[in-house]
């Protein structure tokens, strides 16, 4: 079976041990109808085998989101358009959006407050997304 078959229904691979991360991904998945499946990074035996299909080995995609459709796997800032793009397509195919599908975040607790909850720390985020990107293309 070709990467391409595999997705056809897009996934979305997140980092599900980051609060803003995960809302991001169910956003996605619901504004889609559920066309847009999610998988996080580190709770996902989904996300983990689609990893070991796509990228290379000794490639660490935990660095950013992934939105992996037919095409290819789009990562961080190259993956904005492809996500803005299957949100339309799901409008009109999409089924239904389910809660179960996204596991709770995982947020580091220093004691005091959960880390990813902070201000801070979300924009820091969204600088780093905005700064990277990549892609793999299926052939």
Not at 34 to 56: C, D, L, N, T
Request: glycine residues 8%; proline residues 4%; positive net charge.
């Amino acid at each position: 079976m070709s990467l391409s078959s595999t997705f056809q229904r897009p996934l979305l691979i997140y980092d599900d041990k980051c609060y803003s991360c995960t809302k991001f991904a169910k956003a996605a998945s619901m504004l889609s109808r559920g066309w847009i499946r999610v998988a996080g990074h580190y709770y996902s035996q989904e996300a983990k085998e689609a990893k070991e299909m796509i990228f290379p080995p000794g490639y660490d995609a935990t660095k950013m989101f992934w939105l992996v459709n037919k095409d290819g796997a789009y990562g961080a800032r190259s993956g904005l358009l492809p996500v803005v793009r299957e949100i339309i397509v799901g409008l009109f195919r999409g089924g239904k959006a389910s809660d179960d599908d996204i596991a709770a975040a995982a947020c580091e607790y220093d004691g005091t407050s959960m880390s990813c909850y902070t201000p801070t720390n979300v924009f820091k985020r969204l600088a780093t997304m905005l700064r990277h990107g990549a892609k793999f293309r299926f052939e």
